[in-house]
């Protein structure tokens, strides 16, 4: 840890500038691309909070642990696939990486269908899986209806999105999420303002506008004849589920925000009331777009990782990992003290009602100081699931992403009252980074 806030303060990272220049070129588009589709979700909650009311943003964040769920799987799949397929580019295995696209292409498909169905044949199920109150009960409903008719253009999105930075396509990955960005914010109004569509509104914008940047992405893989591998798939379950197994880290550590969003949601509704679930969904979309940042640095750097492993160049993994966490550690303190004194009037972009906003902006900066801590553990988990550590990368994600976070999060204010239940966020990822540390260190 003193090494890397040496190098914060000598910025001794730009030292080796060949290494340097590697670095921004994969972690600035993957930080812009992760970025601009968490924005989308900001821009849903501005947009909504303008136009039509604080419960039903509040109704939006009761579904984030549905969409975050999806969102995860999606991710493990492909970057499950991406990992195995970093570590061939090292070794210079061409097959096995057509092997690992096709494979990754067949998990993808199966699960942009069953997310189809989860979200309009069997959305009773998990509305009720998800504890949705009456008030909240309709924008939930539609939310998750209209986002999940777009499920199999999600699953091919983030699989084109991720096996992109594997083919060198990453400045292409970010243009295309700044179009679906833009075009999602256009949408979003139209929407929501002139059409009063609503929620639903939202998240058909949401939807379509990962359409087209499906559509895209998916043009340099016809012009490089990349996609042709598709034409001759040959189904290696051994393959399927070392994919699976590479990719769960990733998907334990984004299952982690909904966890997260539940717990909070359900001491917040208990021990302060409705007031304070729908301030929090201000804080959680605020949050959840710099989670994106963190998880983009993580993914930018996973092929690094990958094929710095597979030529067993030590020297690469320590500089690539400690320039990671310096980039998460040093945004996280900026972002922190921006929340601290601006933090009222972003809160406000939401709208809402004087008592609501107070709540929020409360909260904000004290949930924030996390973060911190927070990018450190992204870091860690990409770190060891890209280089063949994959089983501690679980243990560790399991332990953070499911373990600590429900305990730390119900149990505090049993024990020291409501007003730690917004601390208990900086708490659990302090200690899960002190236990993360601990178990990178040991053999298992």
């Known amino acids: 840890m003193f090494s890397i806030l040496y190098d914060i303060i000598s910025w001794g990272i730009y030292m080796n500038k060949e290494r340097f220049n590697i670095l921004i070129k994969n972690l600035i588009p993957a930080v812009l691309s992760t970025a601009s589709i968490y924005f989308i979700s900001l821009v849903d909650g501005i947009i909504i909070g303008k136009g039509a009311n604080t419960i039903a943003l509040g109704g939006i964040n009761l579904a984030i642990p549905f969409v975050v769920s999806i969102t995860a799987v999606n991710l493990m799949i492909s970057v499950g696939g991406a990992t195995i397929s970093s570590v061939c580019l090292g070794k210079n295995d061409k097959e096995g990486v057509d092997s690992c696209f096709q494979n990754t292409f067949v998990l993808i498909i199966l699960f942009g269908i069953i997310t189809v169905l989860m979200g309009t044949v069997f959305i009773d199920f998990f509305i009720k ?264 990368a679980i243990i560790i994600n399991i332990i953070n992403s499911f373990i600590l976070n429900s305990i730390i999060i119900i149990t505090l204010p049993i024990f020291f009252g409501k007003n730690i239940i917004i601390y208990s966020y900086c708490i659990y990822e302090l200690i899960a980074l002190i236990v993360g540390y601990f178990i990178k260190r040991i053999n298992i």
């Open 129 to 392: 899986i998800l504890n949705v109150d009456a008030i909240h009960l309709i924008y939930t409903k539609q939310y998750i209806f209209w986002w999940a008719i777009f499920g199999i253009f999600l699953s091919l999105y983030t699989f084109l999105m991720v096996f992109g930075r594997i083919y060198q396509f990453q400045n292409l990955v970010a243009i295309a999420n700044i179009i679906g960005m833009i075009l999602n914010i256009f949408l979003d109004y139209v929407l929501v303002f002139p059409l009063k569509k609503g929620v639903a509104g939202s998240a058909f914008a949401s939807g379509f506008s990962t359409f087209i940047m499906f559509i895209i992405l998916l043009s340099p893989f016809i012009k490089e004849k990349i996609i042709y591998v598709l034409f001759h798939i040959r189904i290696n379950v051994k393959l399927i589920i070392e994919i699976i197994y590479r990719g769960l880290p990733i998907a334990i550590i984004q299952f982690k925000n909904s966890v997260l969003i539940f717990c909070m949601n359900y001491v917040l509704l208990k021990y302060i009331g409705n007031i304070a679930v729908d301030a929090f969904a201000i804080v959680s979309f605020i949050i959840t777009f710099v989670m994106a940042i963190f998880n983009g640095a993580s993914s930018g750097l996973q092929p690094l990782f990958g094929k710095a492993c597979g030529e067993n160049n030590n020297d690469d993994l320590k500089y690539y990992y400690r320039a990671g966490n310096i980039f998460n550690i040093s945004g996280s303190v900026f972002l922190i003290l921006i929340y601290l004194f601006f933090g009222k009037y972003i809160c406000m972009a939401f709208g809402g009602t004087n008592e609501t906003l107070s709540y929020a902006y409360s909260y904000l900066w004290k949930f924030s100081l996390g973060l911190i801590f927070a990018g450190c553990n992204f870091m860690l988990s990409a770190f060891l699931y890209s280089t063949k550590q994959s089983k501690k």
